[in-house]
């Protein structure tokens, strides 16, 4: 019912920046948050960043101050600006979005978008 699609990823060099987009499309009312994971080889999807409707935003410690979370309610997307890149930041990086469906829904639902790779090299 709703498709979370990310472009952006790619290769970079250690302090490099790159900029992630997420586009969500479907049968959507409305988008009431929407956010980033990633998940490294061997470990646990984590949280990178997330953004209310409202843009209240919340990062992971380990990105504070280097990324930020932005969002366009019209298009129904979320970016992800990555500056002063790390090694450690190396991973597949998810799109989240929580969609309500109609007007008259009483609870939204998750959707995650396939993943775009982000490798940050020494």
């Known amino acids: 019912q709703v498709q979370l699609v990310e472009s952006g990823g790619g290769l970079v060099q250690a302090g490099g920046s790159l900029r992630l987009s997420c586009v969500a499309s479907?049968?959507?009312?409305?988008?009431?948050?929407m956010g980033w994971y990633r998940q490294a080889p061997a470990k646990q999807r984590e949280l990178v960043a997330t953004?209310?409707?409202?843009?209240?935003?919340n990062y992971a410690d380990s990105v504070k101050g280097r990324f930020t979370v932005s969002r366009d309610n019209a298009k129904n997307t979320v970016y992800l600006q990555m500056n002063s890149l790390k090694p450690e930041d190396t991973a597949v990086y998810y799109c989240?979005?929580?969609?309500?469906?109609?007007?008259?829904?009483?609870?939204?639902?998750?959707?995650w978008g396939q993943g775009t790779q982000v490798t940050v090299s020494s």
């Open positions: 479907g049968r959507i009312f409305r988008v009431t948050a």
């Open positions: 953004i209310t409707n409202g843009v209240i935003t």
């Open positions: 989240n979005g929580r969609v309500l469906h109609t007007s008259q829904a009483p609870y939204d639902f998750t959707y």
